[in-house]
């Protein structure tokens, strides 16, 4: 039996322990076999996705869980596997079903994955047979969520470029089924990177088409804070009042009480704070 048919043996019979310590044995015998590198992609796949199971059944594991992910993130890249690829694409499904929260490290990694990692099934919606459903190509999850990582971080500058350019080229190739948050998400980017007046050159027309999107009000809230605090304040106000989304609300008044304490607007402060403690108890979500 050749080195990788026996560690995707042990894989498929569920010994994934061992089929993890046998890979990397036979490895340091065989460094130069792709095939047996891309078995233990395999087996690093399977980890992952345990690991996200682990967290979807408890999310106090989510840390921990990222931190190891992390880390098999790092193996995966050390194995120096050629992509497009289906085992790259699946360990990103599976890493992007851990909280954002815990995920500092990927704009890092799909930097380093680069530009043409994704093969053109990934560019395209997902349609499950005997179903309604239609889920978000893998391009246009991937470049969301790295926008909203790394515009509230502070991302080396060639990362954040590098998220703008996938967000770009999500926009012109992937079968989008959320665009507009796509655009959210790089104006973020972009004012992260001080480039204020081309973020707000790509959300103002989206206020003025989209009156009802509170995120759009959001972004160019922020957009537009060192600028003109009263106008961001303002916009920030509308955001808040349009909002729907009680996860997302919470983000608007902690962001709103300061603008309107600091305008010397008490008042409005204190009926941010008293908002998000509400919306908190109307969830049963910690204070």
């Known amino acids: 039996m050749r080195p990788n048919e026996e560690i995707t043996a042990l894989r498929k019979g569920g010994q994934l322990p061992e089929a993890y310590k046998r890979g990397y044995d036979l490895l340091k015998q065989n460094p130069n076999d792709t095939y047996l590198k ?81 093969r053109s099934e990934d560019y395209t919606a997902n349609r499950p047979e005997g179903t309604d459903n239609v889920y978000d190509p893998l391009v246009e999850q991937a470049a969301r969520t790295a926008g909203k990582i790394s515009s509230g971080m502070d991302e080396d500058k060639g990362i954040r470029e590098f998220v703008i350019t996938l967000i770009d080229r999500a926009l012109e190739k992937a079968e989008n089924q959320r665009e507009e948050w796509l655009h959210y998400q790089k104006a973020n980017v972009l ?52 909002c729907k989304d009680s996860k997302f609300g919470l ?24 908002r998000a403690i509400q919306t908190r108890q109307e969830n049963d979500w910690r204070i």
């Open 191 to 242: 004012r992260s990177l001080g480039k204020i007046e081309e973020a707000i050159e790509l959300l103002t027309p989206f206020v003025r088409q989209k009156g009802s999107e509170f995120w759009a009000w959001h972004a160019l809230s922020k957009a537009t804070r060192e600028q003109d605090p009263e106008v961001s304040l303002s916009l920030c106000a509308r955001a808040c009042r349009l």
């Open 251 to 274: 983000k608007l008044y902690s962001d709103f009480a300061p603008l309107a304490s600091h305008a010397g607007h008490v008042g409005l402060a204190k009926w941010a704070v008293d």
């Open 38 to 118: 891309q078995a233990i992609a395999w087996v690093l796949y399977e980890k992952i996705k345990e690991y996200a199971e682990d967290v979807k059944q408890d999310a106090s594991l989510a840390s921990a869980a990222a931190s190891k992910v992390r880390d098999l993130l790092e193996e995966y890249a050390h194995l120096k596997l050629r992509r497009p690829d289906l085992a790259f694409s699946l360990i990103l499904v599976q890493t992007m079903r851990l909280p954002h929260q815990h995920l500092g490290y990927l704009p890092g990694f799909l930097y380093w994955a680069g530009i043409e990692a994704y």
